[in-house]
Protein backbone atom coordinates (compact mmCIF):
# COMPACT_ATOMS: atom_id res chain seq x y z
CA UNK A 1 0.00 0.00 0.00
CA UNK A 2 1.58 2.97 -0.86
CA UNK A 3 0.42 5.78 1.56
CA UNK A 4 1.75 9.20 -0.32
CA UNK A 5 -1.05 7.97 -3.49
CA UNK A 6 -3.77 7.92 -0.57
CA UNK A 7 -2.43 11.12 0.95
CA UNK A 8 -3.00 12.42 -2.60
CA UNK A 9 -6.31 10.87 -3.19
CA UNK A 10 -7.42 12.27 0.48
CA UNK A 11 -6.09 15.54 -0.22
CA UNK A 12 -7.61 16.18 -3.26
CA UNK A 13 -10.97 15.28 -1.92
CA UNK A 14 -10.85 17.24 1.00
CA UNK A 15 -9.46 20.21 -1.48
CA UNK A 16 -12.40 19.22 -3.93
CA UNK A 17 -15.21 19.16 -1.07
CA UNK A 18 -13.79 22.56 -0.28
CA UNK A 19 -14.23 24.03 -3.99
CA UNK A 20 -17.94 22.54 -4.22
CA UNK A 21 -18.75 23.91 -1.17
CA UNK A 22 -17.42 27.13 -1.96
CA UNK A 23 -19.26 26.96 -5.34
CA UNK A 24 -22.56 27.33 -3.88
CA UNK A 25 -23.17 31.23 -2.94
CA UNK A 26 -24.56 30.71 0.70
CA UNK A 27 -21.29 29.29 1.76
CA UNK A 28 -19.08 31.09 -0.97
CA UNK A 29 -20.22 34.19 1.32
CA UNK A 30 -19.99 33.05 4.32
CA UNK A 31 -16.72 32.58 4.06
CA UNK A 32 -15.61 35.56 1.96
CA UNK A 33 -18.21 38.00 2.89
CA UNK A 34 -21.16 39.50 0.59
CA UNK A 35 -18.92 41.80 -0.64
CA UNK A 36 -17.06 39.59 -3.24
CA UNK A 37 -18.34 38.46 -6.55
CA UNK A 38 -19.90 35.18 -6.81
CA UNK A 39 -20.90 34.55 -10.09
CA UNK A 40 -17.60 35.16 -11.76
CA UNK A 41 -16.23 32.62 -9.39
CA UNK A 42 -18.92 30.15 -9.49
CA UNK A 43 -17.80 28.17 -12.60
CA UNK A 44 -14.52 27.72 -12.13
CA UNK A 45 -14.72 26.78 -8.42
CA UNK A 46 -17.16 23.88 -9.36
CA UNK A 47 -14.67 22.60 -12.31
CA UNK A 48 -11.84 22.96 -9.51
CA UNK A 49 -14.18 20.34 -6.87
CA UNK A 50 -14.99 17.94 -10.07
CA UNK A 51 -11.35 18.16 -11.32
CA UNK A 52 -10.04 17.35 -7.48
CA UNK A 53 -12.55 14.46 -7.01
CA UNK A 54 -11.27 13.25 -10.04
CA UNK A 55 -7.73 13.63 -9.46
CA UNK A 56 -8.76 11.27 -6.12
CA UNK A 57 -10.32 9.36 -8.24
CA UNK A 58 -7.67 8.56 -10.19
CA UNK A 59 -5.25 7.99 -7.01
CA UNK A 60 -7.05 5.33 -5.55
CA UNK A 61 -7.28 3.74 -9.10
CA UNK A 62 -3.38 3.43 -9.42
CA UNK A 63 -3.23 2.42 -5.75
CA UNK A 64 -5.48 -0.66 -6.24
CA UNK A 65 -6.83 -1.20 -9.60
CA UNK A 66 -10.21 -0.81 -11.41
CA UNK A 67 -12.04 -3.59 -9.04
CA UNK A 68 -10.86 -2.15 -5.32
CA UNK A 69 -10.42 1.57 -6.71
CA UNK A 70 -13.76 2.23 -6.77
CA UNK A 71 -14.58 0.99 -3.44
CA UNK A 72 -11.58 3.08 -2.08
CA UNK A 73 -12.60 6.22 -3.41
CA UNK A 74 -15.86 6.05 -1.83
CA UNK A 75 -13.79 6.05 1.36
CA UNK A 76 -11.26 8.25 0.78
CA UNK A 77 -14.51 10.36 -0.22
CA UNK A 78 -16.17 10.02 3.22
CA UNK A 79 -13.21 10.07 5.09
CA UNK A 80 -12.90 13.69 3.76
CA UNK A 81 -16.11 14.68 3.66
CA UNK A 82 -16.03 14.25 7.77
CA UNK A 83 -12.80 15.72 7.70
CA UNK A 84 -14.04 18.91 6.39
CA UNK A 85 -17.54 18.63 8.81
CA UNK A 86 -15.04 18.53 11.37
CA UNK A 87 -13.10 21.43 10.55
CA UNK A 88 -15.60 24.02 10.23
CA UNK A 89 -17.66 22.60 13.23
CA UNK A 90 -14.43 23.66 15.11
CA UNK A 91 -13.80 26.95 13.08
CA UNK A 92 -17.30 28.27 12.77
CA UNK A 93 -17.64 29.10 16.48
CA UNK A 94 -14.51 30.83 16.49
CA UNK A 95 -14.84 32.77 13.59
Known amino acids: MNALLLLTAFVCAFAGFVALSLGMERHFHDVLG???PFARWQPWLR???IAGLLL???ACLL???LAQG????LGV????????MLALS???PHR
Open 56 to 58: ALA
Open 47 to 49: AAG
Open 63 to 65: ERG
Open 34 to 36: PQR
Open 70 to 73: WVLW
Open 90 to 92: YAW
Open 77 to 84: LTAAALAQ
